[in-house]
């Protein structure tokens, strides 16, 4: 039988899990459905409900059900937990497994698909908000020399550095900085802020690109955003977005529901939006 998955938010017209979920179906040779969900705002308990009683298996849960499917869940990995946002639910009887696959997903982008080891390289991570907070321990488990948290509201990037100091397993100096007070160059230039949803700069001086440094922006299907401009024009010739993130958590939650993880190359390549 047909086993069903979907994935929920509202708006979801946008979402791509459909089309990743289905060409990883394909070449795994799963037999599963994948559909997109409306989920109405407030109703999002019973719409999860009625999914699970007509058999559905797991979900994707994108904006604005990350909080409501944290609530929902019985078991919440790590991941979610350090997250405190939910993107991946597995349904077993009464239980509601929850898992946050974002900051896996990066990880596995920048180190296997773009070829650009962490560890005992210096990061620097931009914004403070739920995309940074999902990715400190994925990033902290590479080992980096340093992790620099830096945000326009400083007292939120601090907040976020004690919480990845506490829960990292390893010794990694992990630092809250506002834009101002950044020092030195790092290898590795992350931009988890919001700021490329809005076609904004972050208010990140020029001079913090090392050579050889990656630029990466978590958004993806922007183009050039101002953030990887701006690292194109100080130097930096290896520039990335976010689509290859989005393959590879969408291929960790396969892999957790399915038992097989698919490769994630061809959907990559479908999805790339050239950055110019
Ligand atoms: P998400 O869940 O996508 O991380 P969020 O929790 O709303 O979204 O967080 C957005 C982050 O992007 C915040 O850290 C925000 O900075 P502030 O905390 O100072 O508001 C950051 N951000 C948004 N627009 C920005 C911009 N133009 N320049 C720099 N940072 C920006």
Redesign the pocket.
């Known amino acids: 039988m047909t086993d069903r998955y979907a994935v929920i938010g509202n708006p979801i017209v946008q979402s791509k899990s459909p089309l990743i979920h289905s060409a990883f179906a394909q070449v795994t040779g799963q037999d599963i459905d994948y559909c997109k969900l409306l989920g109405p705002l407030g109703e999002f308990a019973a719409t999860v409900d009625a999914f699970r009683s007509s058999g559905g298996r797991g979900m994707n849960v994108t904006a604005p059900f990350k909080l409501d499917a944290f609530a929902y869940a019985t078991d919440l990995a790590t991941s979610a937990q350090m997250a405190g946002a939910v993107n991946a639910m597995k349904f077993e009887g009464d239980k509601v497994y929850a898992e946050n696959f974002d900051g896996v997903g990066l990880v596995r982008d920048v180190v296997h698909n773009l070829g650009c080891p962490l560890q005992g390289r210096r990061v620097l991570i ?8 999902g990715a400190l321990l994925p990033l902290l488990a590479e080992q980096p020399a340093e992790l620099v948290i830096v ?3 400083v007292t ?1 990037a601090q907040e976020l550095a004690v919480l990845a100091q506490h829960h990292q397993t390893g010794q990694v100096p992990v630092t809250g900085l506002a834009y101002e007070a950044v020092q030195g160059v790092f290898d590795v230039v992350l931009n ?4 490329s949803l ?1 076609h ?4 990140l001086p020029a001079s913090v690109f090392a050579p050889g440094c990656l630029a990466y922006d978590l958004t993806y299907g922007k183009g050039l955003t101002p953030f990887l401009k701006l690292a194109q024009q100080a130097g930096v010739t290896q520039v990335a977005d976010g689509v290859g993130m989005l393959a590879e958590q969408a291929a960790e939650a396969f892999a957790w529901w399915r038992g097989v993880r698919p490769d994630t190359s061809s959907v990559i390549a479908q999805l790339t939006v050239p950055l110019v």
Do not use: I, Y
């Not at 931009?126 to 907070?133: C, I, N």
């Not at 904004?200 to 208010?203: A, D, H, I, K, Y």
């Open positions: 931009l914004g403070a908000g739920g995309a940074t907070r945000n326009r509201t939120k988890a802020s919001s700021s809005t904004e700069l972050p208010p």
